[in-house]
């Protein structure tokens, strides 16, 4: 077994495309960042980072209670 690989029981649970898009999309409606960073974490932070060409450090940095998200962070 690939050493980099996600048990199939993980990969069960995460989210799709459709879903993740809308918990984010609602998330942003709300404008609410906790709700933004559990629907990045349902797909996996280092996964968006790597997906993005974001860094994973980044996000939470963003998200965290000091943090001030904004369309340019």
Same mark, same amino acid.
């Given at each position: 077994? $690939?050493?980099?690989?996600?048990?199939? $029981? /993980?990969?069960?649970?995460?989210?799709? /495309?459709?879903?993740?898009?809308?918990?984010?999309? $609602? #998330?942003?409606?709300?404008?609410?960042?906790? #709700?933004?960073? *559990?629907?990045?974490?349902?797909?996996?932070?280092?996964?968006? #980072?790597? *997906?993005?060409?974001?860094?994973? *450090?980044?996000?939470?940095?963003?998200?965290?209670?000091?943090?001030?998200?904004?369309?340019?962070?």
């Amino acid at each position: 077994m $690939d050493a980099l690989a996600a048990p199939a $029981d /993980e990969l069960a649970s995460l989210p799709g /495309e459709s879903e993740l898009q809308a918990a984010i999309n $609602d #998330a942003l409606a709300a404008r609410d960042p906790k #709700a933004i960073v *559990e629907a990045l974490r349902s797909r996996g932070m280092s996964r968006v #980072a790597r *997906e993005t060409g974001l860094v994973r *450090e980044g996000f939470y940095r963003a998200f965290s209670a000091d943090g001030k998200p904004e369309f340019t962070t």
